[in-house]
């Protein structure tokens, strides 16, 4: 029985060991001082920029020159200061050497094959007169 017992007692006292006892306050403080750990918030998230970018306002018009990818099926329209991918044009305009304006949206995040051109996505294209 006294062993029975004393199994009891160290079953016991082991599942009380991995319990942490609470929090004391110091045993002595002057009023006004505080020994207790500062507590520091943790570092905010970067906040995005909200000033709207010309490329992400969607119904833009770009105009330029049409031509091929180096991946096939790829149509870039190159504008003299940026290159878009165009995505959704009406291929019986925008062809190879075309001069174009499309209007649409630019998604520079979207995942694409193609390997250059900020892809954009054409709600409108037509050649340009000239």
């Known amino acids: 029985m006294r062993g029975?017992?004393?199994?009891?007692?160290?079953?016991?006292?082991?599942?009380?060991?991995?319990?942490?006892?609470?929090?004391?306050?110091?045993?002595?403080?002057s009023p006004g001082t505080d020994t207790s750990t500062p507590i520091i918030p943790a570092p905010l998230p970067p906040t995005l920029s909200t000033t709207p970018s010309r490329a992400l306002e969607p119904g833009i018009t770009v105009r330029g020159t049409v031509s091929a990818g180096v991946e096939a099926g790829c149509l870039i329209l190159d504008t003299g200061t940026a290159q878009y991918l165009l995505l959704g044009a009406d291929t019986a305009?925008?062809?190879?050497?075309a001069e174009v304006e499309v209007t649409g949206k630019a998604e520079p995040g979207a995942m694409t094959t193609c390997q250059q051109g900020t892809p954009f996505h054409v709600e409108k294209t037509q050649r340009v007169n000239g």
Do not use: D, E, N, T
Request: net charge neutral.
């Open 93 to 97: 305009i925008a062809v190879a050497g």
């Open 4 to 29: 029975l017992a004393a199994v009891l007692l160290c079953l016991f006292l082991a599942g009380c060991a991995g319990q942490q006892a609470p929090p004391q306050a110091p045993a002595s403080s």
